[in-house]
């Protein structure tokens, strides 16, 4: 039976999971990312670093499954957005990876704010303003600062283009994750030429932005000395963490919407047009068909873990949400359960920003938040709408192994490989008053 990698480059760990065709995980491997800040301000983690502990990630994925890297079928990944590398004539690395969290371009210059704000910009980018955690103001902070490194760069490579080109040799990347950039031109599917012009760049220093789930090439040798995996295996284009996630969660099947309930609340649904939504990230959809829109409030579960340390630190969190489905018999337990109405409210002005007039009848909830069934019932509660949790825990890898699928032939389709892989979920319908 073909087996499929989805490999999640997140901030705090890289994890792989290795898949059945019909969704079912095999083996599932965790690392840290290992991140580094080597001053104030800054956030990286070095290249060969990245690779060893890839590399035990999917060892321990594969292990698990029982079966070789020449059973993998396909490959692809989700990822975080705007943590990048810069690479010689060589391609050899020039810096470490620099993570989106690191804050070296701050304060942003005049122009940089300006152009985020331009009116063209958010129809174009499918978001507005600028922010210093971007690729592009991080890259203009160095060729400022260190002329001479910039000027031996001929590639600069996002995270998961890194890896696309470090396992195929190819110059691909997807159009999900290059959004969160500032500078594709979404309804063209293409790098905007006047973002590329105001940061100083050219597209031949970029990766080739292509739809998720589309054959970015294959893997050469190189997958063997890096991750253990041997040449042939097709490789496919991925998407951004959420998107991925939503699409392991079955989001354009048969859910309408997702929402992610962990450090940050999160919601994403799938629109026909972008727009110039306040507070919204686009990106693009399978196929380019639709786009994506993404919005979020950083301030979330960490309000949980805020109220356990400050009033309640020897009880553990499931304890905490015990006792909010229990909210009268106990203080702790009416406490935690208007906190969790609260963060409801914040998650339905979220999907309302990110649905807009589209009709949402159901959702699926992702994160930390998605193992309570307490924790889903306030949501479903207050949205009044069911809410799907899957009882697969790692949705974004699921995702990936999804796009693996497509892009490998063994599914037909993104709908197919959804319908195909996605596991029976556990509902919770909103209470009748």
Same mark, same amino acid.
């Given at each position: ?7 999640? /480059? ?37 290249? $060969? ?36 590398? /810069? ?69 600069? /490579? ?12 190819? $110059? ?166 208007? /906190? ?94």
């Amino acid at each position: 039976m073909p087996m499929l990698l989805g490999i999640d /480059l997140g901030t705090s760990y890289l994890k792989a999971g290795v898949f059945e065709r019909d969704g079912t995980l095999r083996g599932l491997g965790r690392v840290a990312l290992g991140a580094v800040q080597p001053a104030p301000e800054r956030m990286e983690v070095a290249v $060969a670093d990245f690779w060893a502990r890839l590399r035990l990630a999917v060892g321990e994925a594969l292990a698990g499954a029982g079966v070789a890297g020449r059973k993998l079928a396909g490959v692809s990944y989700s990822s975080q957005a705007n943590s990048f590398v /810069l690479l010689d004539r060589a391609d050899c690395a020039l810096t470490p990876l620099i993570l989106w969290p690191d804050r070296r371009a701050a304060p942003l210059d005049a122009e940089t704010i300006a152009f985020g704000q331009a009116p063209a910009h958010g129809p174009v980018t499918g978001m507005t303003g600028a922010v210093p955690e971007r690729m592009p103001a991080k890259w203009r902070w160095l060729v400022r600062h260190e002329p001479a490194l910039s000027a031996r760069t001929q590639r600069i /490579l996002t995270i998961s283009d890194y890896l696309v080109h470090g396992l195929t040799g190819e $110059a691909n990347g997807d159009a999900s994750t290059a959004a969160l950039t500032g500078l594709l031109s979404l309804p063209s599917g293409e790098w905007w030429p006047e973002a590329l012009t105001h940061f100083g760049l050219r597209e031949d220093q970029l990766s080739r932005p292509r739809p998720p789930g589309s054959l970015c090439g294959q893997t050469i040798s190189r997958a063997t000395e890096r991750l253990g995996l041997p040449a042939g295996i097709p490789f496919a284009a991925g998407a951004l963490d959420h998107h991925a996630a939503a699409i392991g969660a079955g989001v354009g099947g048969p859910v309408d919407a997702s929402l992610s309930i962990g450090t940050v609340l999160a919601a994403l649904a799938l629109v026909d047009d972008i727009g110039a939504e306040p507070g919204c990230i686009h990106g693009g959809h399978f196929g380019a068909r639709r786009y994506f829109r993404l919005t979020y409030d950083p301030n979330g579960a960490g309000q949980f873990e805020a109220y356990q340390r400050k009033h309640a630190p020897d009880q553990t969190v499931e304890q905490l949400l015990d006792r909010a489905g229990r909210p009268t018999a106990s203080r702790h337990g009416a406490a935690v359960h208007d /906190l969790l109405v609260a963060m409801a409210g914040t998650l339905r002005g979220l999907l309302v920003r990110a649905a807009g007039p589209q009709a949402v009848r159901s959702v699926a909830v992702t994160g930390g938040g998605a193992r309570s069934g307490v924790w889903l019932q306030v949501t479903a509660d207050v949205l009044g709408v069911p809410v799907r949790a899957s009882p697969e825990a790692e949705q974004a890898c699921l995702g990936a192994a999804m796009l693996a699928a497509v892009g490998a032939g063994v599914w037909p389709d993104l709908p197919t490989a959804m319908q195909r892989m996605a596991a029976a979920p556990r509902i919770y319908r909103p209470a009748k008053n």
